[in-house]
Nanobody, 123 residues
Framework: QVQLEESGGGLVQPGGSLKLSCAFA????????MGWFRQAPGKEREFVATISYGGRRTVYSDSVKGRFTISKDMSQNTLYLQMTDLRPEDTAVYYCAARYGSTTTIANQYPRWGRGTQVTVSS
């Protein structure tokens, strides 16, 4: 199984940028896709972005498209989420997730999750 650990969250002003990282370890020899999700207080977990094992396929939610970029460095065993033009509505706990197989935007199809990192966008 793959183990995941997020980092890089924090407090940022509206319009600012932040880069999240997700270190992964374990059974990384098999092909697995990864994703970022977020959950704001009182709301359900929401899809943000996903990337295929080889990095050729990426999918974004409409709310972050053009502002966020998902990427992966297999030599560093790290998944990234570069976030720009951040808005107060981006405030949430951000989670990375992994699954063996193709990409999906559906949270319950990811069996492996990190513990999350808090992102707060506020002036």
């Amino acid at each position: 199984q793959v183990q995941l650990e997020e980092s890089g969250g924090g407090l940022v002003q509206p319009g600012g940028s932040l880069k999240l990282s997700c270190a992964f370890a374990g059974r990384t020899s098999d092909e697995f896709s990864m994703g970022w999700f977020r959950q704001a207080p009182g709301k359900e977990r929401e899809f943000v972005a996903t990337i295929s094992y080889g990095g050729r396929r990426t999918v974004y939610s409409d709310s972050v498209k053009g502002r966020f970029t998902i990427s992966k460095d297999m030599s560093q065993n790290t998944l990234y989420l570069q976030m720009t033009d951040l808005r107060p509505e981006d405030t949430a706990v951000y989670y990375c997730a992994a699954r063996y197989g193709s990409t999906t935007t559906i949270a319950n199809q990811y069996p492996r999750w990190g513990r999350g990192t808090q992102v707060t966008v506020s002036s």
